[in-house]
């Protein structure tokens, strides 16, 4: 009798060798519906699916979740979806009954899932951080490129309000001349319903509900960690191991006005100070340095990027700004004549002589979102926020400025197109690549 592994890699196998046309008839019709399935239902998964369940011509025909409690309750709505505990199984067995994939799982699992999901030729709306490792970045660009119909987007959400929209048009435009540098912080990974604390210890075993597949939920790690509530189902990226830190998980949120505005490349140094460096946990008082080639389009030669948590971000007074109130997750945005100030739900204030002025702002149109990938996937629309190839180019420097917490104080440079550090061979080998456990590994698609 086959084993369950056999049985998933044979499925496996043979979903990855249905052509484009089969898996993807539906998407070929644009009065047809999308038809995705979701793997995590829960946490953010809940405002994915509200939000894309809107849209009149999305249909949910399959969920997977490690957690069947959360299966059976988040499923109700749609009885005539197939549910399983096992994403490798929805595409072993039913990977023609879907077209799309959105990925709301923990960070760790990004990369294999993404990838998977490419191989079977589904179009993907995934998680940020899009990756979890510095060599995931290549592993999903490589795979981007085998698959270049596939439509993809990142759930940095945020990017498409009506002030984001508005600063990139302005500095695009360098209404306030060329930028100079920018600073960017976010609350620091304090103890409560999402997080474990900065540096805390693994806590002790609890027993595994019955409803949870703790197995599972591991996915691609080699080592075991144990259950408890200060880990799943919600505490998870606060661990080294499972996540990315408030760095990594809210980078995707304020760095992406940078790249939209600058076109930014691979940032060339990433220097971290923290107090000591992580454990188990993430660590807190985070302040990063990520810098970038300058040049004419910049007022210096190098653009620098101050990347820090929110209990130690610069004076403002310090950087000629009046003393001013201002929000936990933000983007400042420092230029030859004045700065913007950017709060994550897109809300502008423009400063000019180091006072806040009335700028004129630019028009522009919100959308939505979710819409905006739907309407990609069914052929509607072109253009649309955050496809993985500029998501890749976003999670890169949140992605460098956390991992660097391991070497604090180290002037680690990096070589984006390689996709490792030139100076430091620890660091290639400590924070660049992790293994996967066998069968949970990105696959290789030919």
């Given at each position: 009798?086959?084993?369950?592994?056999r049985?998933?890699?044979?499925?496996?196998?043979?979903?990855?060798?249905v052509?484009?046309?089969?898996?993807?008839?539906?998407?070929?019709?644009?009065?047809?519906?999308?038809?995705?399935?979701?793997i995590?239902?829960g946490?953010?998964?809940?405002?994915?699916?509200?939000?894309?369940?809107?849209?009149?011509?999305?249909?949910?025909t399959?969920?997977?979740d490690?957690?069947?409690?959360?299966?059976a309750?988040?499923?109700?709505?749609?009885?005539?979806?197939?549910?399983?505990?096992?994403?490798?199984?929805?595409?072993?067995l039913?990977?023609?009954?879907?077209?799309?994939v959105?990925?709301?799982?923990?960070?760790?699992?990004?990369?294999?899932?993404?990838?998977t999901?490419?191989?079977?030729?589904?179009?993907?709306?995934?998680q940020?951080p899009?990756?979890?490792?510095l060599?995931?970045?290549?592993?999903v660009?490589?795979?981007?490129r085998?698959?270049?119909d596939c439509?993809?987007?990142?759930?940095?959400?945020r990017?498409?309000?009506?002030?984001?929209l508005?600063?990139?048009?302005m500095l695009?435009?360098?209404?306030?001349?060329?930028?100079?540098?920018?600073?960017?912080?976010?609350?620091m990974?304090?103890?409560g319903s999402?997080?474990?604390?900065?540096w805390?210890?693994?806590p002790?075993?609890?027993?595994?509900?019955?409803?949870?597949?703790?197995?599972?939920?591991?996915g691609?790690?080699t080592?075991?960690?144990?259950?408890?509530?200060?880990?799943?189902?919600?505490?998870?990226?606060?661990?080294?191991?499972t996540g990315?830190?408030?760095?990594?998980?809210?980078g995707?949120?304020?760095?992406?006005v940078?790249?939209y505005?600058?076109?930014l490349?691979?940032?060339?140094?990433?220097?971290t100070?923290?107090?000591?460096?992580?454990?188990?946990?993430?660590?807190?008082?985070?302040?990063?340095t990520?810098?970038?080639?300058?040049?004419?389009?910049f007022?210096?030669d190098?653009f620098?990027?101050?990347?820090?948590?929110?209990e130690?971000?610069?004076?403002f007074?310090?950087?000629?700004?009046?003393?001013?109130?201002?929000?936990?997750n933000?983007?400042?945005?420092?230029?030859?004549?004045?700065?913007?100030?950017?709060g994550?739900?897109?809300?502008?204030d423009v400063?000019r002589?180091?006072?806040?002025?009335?700028?004129?702002?630019?028009?522009?149109?919100?959308?939505?979102h979710?819409?905006?990938?739907?309407?990609?996937?069914?052929?509607?629309?072109?253009a649309?926020?955050s496809?993985?190839?500029?998501?890749?180019?976003?999670?890169?420097p949140?992605?460098?400025?956390?991992k660097?917490?391991?070497?604090p104080?180290?002037d680690?440079?990096?070589?984006?197109?390689n996709?490792?550090?030139?100076?430091?061979?620890?660091?290639?080998?400590?924070?660049?690549?992790?293994?996967?456990?066998?069968?949970?590994?990105?696959?290789?698609?030919s």
């Open positions: 009798m086959p084993t369950r592994r049985f998933l890699q044979s499925g496996a196998a043979l979903a990855a060798t052509s484009p046309r089969r898996v993807l008839g539906n998407q070929a019709n644009k009065n047809s519906r999308l038809r995705i399935l979701q995590g239902v946490g953010i998964g809940q405002l994915d699916r509200r939000e894309l369940a809107s849209h009149p011509m999305v249909e949910f399959g969920f997977c490690v957690d069947s409690n959360w299966l309750e988040y499923s109700k709505p749609y009885p005539d979806a197939f549910k399983v505990t096992d994403y490798r199984e929805a595409f072993a039913h990977a023609e009954k879907f077209d799309a959105v990925i709301d799982t923990p960070d760790f699992h990004h990369a294999p899932m993404l990838i999901a490419l191989q079977n030729h589904k179009h993907i709306y995934g940020k899009l990756v979890q490792q060599d995931e970045l290549r592993l660009r490589n795979a981007l085998k698959r270049p439509v993809t987007q990142m759930g940095n959400q990017a498409t309000n009506e002030g984001r508005k600063a990139i048009q695009r435009k360098n209404q306030l001349g060329r930028p100079l540098h920018a600073h960017v912080w976010t609350g990974m304090e103890r999402h997080m474990p604390g900065p805390s210890k693994l002790e075993p609890q027993p595994v509900p019955g409803h949870y597949d703790w197995d599972l939920w591991h691609p790690l080592r075991n960690l144990p259950f408890s509530d200060e880990i799943a189902p919600s505490r998870w990226r606060g661990w080294w191991d990315t830190g408030m760095l990594g998980d809210w995707c949120h304020l760095l992406d940078l790249y505005a600058y076109d490349p691979s940032p060339t140094s990433v220097q100070h923290t107090p000591r460096p992580p454990g188990e946990a993430h660590s807190g008082h985070n302040r990063s990520i810098t970038y080639p300058g040049g004419e389009r007022g210096r190098k620098v990027v101050h990347f820090c948590d929110d130690i971000k610069p004076s007074p310090a950087l000629g700004l009046p003393d001013f109130q201002a929000g936990f933000c983007t400042l945005i420092v230029c030859e004549e004045g700065s913007i100030l950017l994550d739900l897109g809300k502008i400063f002589n180091g006072r806040r002025v009335n700028e004129p702002l630019p028009g522009s149109t919100p959308t939505s979710w819409h905006d990938w739907v309407e990609a996937c069914l052929g509607r629309k072109k649309h926020r496809p993985f190839e500029m998501a890749l180019r976003i999670t890169e949140a992605l460098l400025a956390i660097a917490t391991r070497f104080g180290t680690l440079r990096w070589d984006g197109m996709h490792r550090f030139t100076n430091h061979e620890g660091a290639n080998r400590q924070i660049l690549q992790r293994d996967y456990r066998e069968g949970f590994a990105p696959p290789v698609i």
